[in-house]
């Protein structure tokens, strides 16, 4: 089974589309507080497939324990966090709580059910304001806002992870602006 944390919103619901078109079974956490339960409605009706949803936060460890008791996760797919680049600078605690506290908290429960596989859902925000375009993997990461400071603490952090264990699988996504609509209309921007 696959975790997918933040799965009920626009990225996530997506992945959860083509994921159960290829046979997986999921599990959904999401809080909700920039999405919505309608997309994974809207997902089944796609899919033909129903969606485990738990509704919760990844900063509550005694949440995220449970799930692990309960479904052997065998990845996750780490979608959760805010995402609104002109909120992080009037908040930045905000985002650095959310988004990187919350996936240490994801980390280390994984960490603790022997879970090691991971796909992060970072940004190009990552890479600031670059010298030129297009903009390659290789470019430094210099970031201009919370929002994507918070995004490369936690690629970071999940490097270092890696170093430091190398049963650890992660991968990193670095979107640019993802917009879109799936084929059915049903879901998308």
Same mark, same amino acid.
């Given at each position: 089974?696959?975790?997918?944390?933040?799965?009920?919103?626009?990225?996530?619901?997506?992945?959860?589309?083509?994921?159960?078109?290829?046979?997986?079974?999921?599990?959904?956490?999401?809080?909700?507080?920039?999405?919505?339960?309608?997309?994974?409605?809207?997902?089944?009706?796609?899919?033909?497939?129903?969606?485990?949803?738990?509704?919760?936060?990844?900063?509550?460890?005694?949440?995220?324990?449970?799930?692990?008791?309960?479904?052997?996760? #065998?990845?996750?797919?780490?979608?959760?966090?805010? *995402?609104?680049?002109? !909120?992080? %600078?009037?908040?930045? &605690?905000?985002?650095? +709580?959310?988004?990187?506290?919350?996936?240490?908290?994801?980390?280390?429960?994984?960490?603790?059910?022997?879970?090691?596989?991971?796909?992060?859902?970072?940004?190009?925000?990552?890479?600031?304001?670059?010298?030129?375009?297009?903009?390659?993997?290789?470019?430094?990461? #210099?970031?201009?806002?919370?929002?994507?400071?918070? *995004?490369?603490?936690? !690629?970071? %952090?999940?490097?270092? &992870?890696?170093?430091? +264990?190398?049963?650890?699988?992660?991968?990193?996504?670095?979107?640019?602006?993802?917009?879109?609509?799936?084929?059915?209309?049903?879901?998308?921007?």
């Amino acid at each position: 089974m696959i975790l997918i944390t933040g799965g009920a919103g626009y990225i996530g619901s997506h992945t959860c589309v083509e994921l159960l078109a290829n046979g997986e079974e999921l599990i959904v956490i999401d809080n909700l507080s920039n999405s919505s339960f309608e997309s994974l409605n809207r997902v089944k009706k796609i899919s033909g497939k129903a969606i485990t949803f738990v509704e919760g936060d990844i900063r509550d460890k005694l949440l995220l324990r449970s799930i692990f008791t309960k479904y052997t996760i #065998k990845s996750v797919v780490h979608f959760a966090g805010l *995402k609104a680049l002109g !909120e992080s %600078i009037g908040h930045p &605690l905000k985002y650095y +709580d959310n988004n990187v506290s919350g996936s240490i908290s994801l980390i280390e429960v994984m960490a603790e059910f022997s879970c090691k596989v991971m796909v992060f859902s970072s940004s190009a925000t990552v890479y600031g304001e670059p010298a030129s375009v297009p903009i390659t993997e290789d470019f430094p990461l #210099k970031t201009t806002n919370p929002y994507g400071a918070s *995004k490369l603490m936690i !690629e970071q %952090i999940l490097g270092d &992870l890696v170093l430091a +264990d190398a049963e650890w699988s992660i991968a990193l996504l670095r979107y640019f602006n993802p917009v879109g609509a799936h084929d059915s209309g049903l879901i998308g921007e």
